[in-house]
């Protein structure tokens, strides 16, 4: 029996679970570490947070942020400042005791979020009007015990970015929440080719300690969602908690109004979890680290490599380049290259440098094209922005294939079933019915959309009158 040159992945549809796992360790992009639920990302998983990193942490700056660095460790009576904050993240919360051999005199929380760390550094450093707003944002990573891990997805230690900031006005900070979602939003479609619902978080679901939370909510394949963002309005709550006051115009004392953003290596898993498919991971052209692999094809006859370096050089200022000059096989390449999703494929070789010419092999299609030597960096910079439109557009169609309406409680059921995703309907606002739906079918409400529209007069649960139309969907 004939060796396949790369291990193959489970087929999605026989076991979504285990494809992703099988994407994300043949992919190279993470493997396991000695400590449950933590992962090591590996140099090519690095390299996609890298790019995701840079082109989000431009936005943030354009609009006026500046990054900080908050520490690691969080006395215990600080944390305990904000009680419903608390409240919300005792159960994920790991605590340091002990400095070398002794018991600390007071626990230190390694930091599940910074909120209350940007709060007592506000409370020492704004004073007056003129030191609004105060627009921060970090990058770190934070722990969370979960019980349950996946990676990327959810791990006891992850990588983000949370923009902290505070304003004068909660009509200012109202503006602040949405416009970084927005910013968000932007990013996945634009950049990660993934198509998002941007709405608001019931109160169930909003962030401990929050007057309002709004997401940006997607679509996996297996047509469950994913929350892949949120922005968080939090009114003058953690101000009263830690006394940060200004004096304004006034010369009268205000409390400041603040926000907090945050966005994390969990969407590398929705890249993986919306474009990939039972051949490895789908790189949409933006986000990939190597857009184009060059693959020589008879590499020891007299030129070819010469000529493979020459494309290189040639093509680096158009596109992220690179070249595969190892002794393996062409068809383990070419396996190896299709795993990790790389956009475009550039094989070359002694009759297609005789005739001018290079072959282009497609990811997302599989198409091949036989491109003229002399019209490849154009042909090249149009086929990648195709290849990323076509990802988006596909998702897109995907995510409304996968979007029902449920009118009823036995059509909601019967949906959720039939065809797995988000499930449009009808809500009282009673948070009754949605623990209800969650314990019947383990759907969960994923957001009050910015577009409503009037599906019905009454709630999918309980028939009473609703206003709000909500989004739900069984969810990572």
């Not at 970090?138 to 902290?164: A, C, I, Y």
């Amino acid at each position: 029996m004939k060796k396949e040159f790369v291990q193959s992945v489970t087929a999605m549809d026989d076991d979504f679970a285990q494809w992703f796992t099988d994407v994300v360790t043949k992919a190279e992009l993470a493997d396991y570490s000695s400590v449950r639920g933590s992962m090591i990302i590996r140099p090519y998983g690095y390299a996609i947070w890298d790019n995701v990193k840079e082109a989000l942490d431009a936005r943030i700056k354009a609009t006026g942020h500046e990054n900080v660095y908050m520490p690691l460790f969080i006395p215990e009576s600080l944390l305990q400042k904000e009680k419903d904050h608390i409240e919300g993240f005792a159960p994920e919360v790991a605590w340091v005791t002990h400095g070398g051999n002794e018991k600390l005199a007071e626990r230190l929380c390694v930091r599940p979020t910074s909120e209350v760390l940007f709060c007592e550094h506000f409370s020492n450093i704004i004073h007056s009007y003129r030191d609004l707003p105060k627009l921060y944002n970090q990058w770190s990573n934070v722990v969370r015990w979960e019980k349950t891990t996946r990676p990327f997805l959810r791990t006891l230690e992850f990588l983000w970015q949370e923009g902290h900031t505070a304003h004068a006005t909660d009509e200012d900070a109202q503006v602040e929440t949405i416009r970084m979602l927005d910013e968000y939003a932007q990013l996945c479609e634009e950049w990660l080719a993934i198509p998002v619902v941007k709405g608001q978080k019931t109160d169930k679901e909003k962030f401990s300690g929050a007057k309002s939370t709004y997401t940006i909510e997607t679509l996996m394949h297996d047509g469950k969602a994913l929350q892949s963002g949120t922005s968080h309005h939090f009114g003058d709550g953690f101000a009263r908690a830690f006394d940060i006051k200004y004096l304004d115009k006034e010369g009268k004392q205000q409390y400041v109004h603040q926000t907090s953003w945050g966005f994390t290596t969990r969407i590398i898993g929705a890249m993986i979890m919306v474009h990939g498919d039972d051949r490895g991971l789908v790189m949409p052209p933006k986000i990939a680290p190597t857009q184009v692999m060059i693959v020589p094809i008879a590499q020891h006859k007299e030129g070819v490599l010469d000529y493979a370096y020459s494309l290189k050089d040639s093509l680096s200022g158009s596109a992220r380049v690179g070249i595969d000059a190892s002794d393996k096989k062409p068809g383990w390449k070419f396996n190896e290259y299709e795993m990790k999703g790389i956009p475009i494929r550039l094989e070359v070789g002694p009759k297609d440098i005789e005739q001018g010419q290079v072959v282009l092999v497609r990811r997302d299609t599989g198409e091949k094209l036989v491109v003229s030597a002399d019209e490849l960096e154009d042909r090249l910079t149009a086929l990648l922005e195709d290849i990323q439109n076509n990802l988006f557009n596909k998702a897109l169609s995907h995510r409304e294939e996968h979007t029902s309406v449920a009118t009823s409680f036995d059509v909601f059921k019967h949906v959720l079933v039939e065809n797995p995703g988000f499930i449009k309907a009808m809500w009282c606002g009673d948070v009754a019915c949605e623990e209800f739906i969650k314990e019947e079918t383990s759907a969960t409400s994923r957001c009050i959309p910015f577009e409503q529209e009037k599906l019905s007069n009454t709630c999918v649960c309980c028939e009473k009158p609703a206003e709000k139309m909500v989004y739900w969907a069984k969810a990572y």
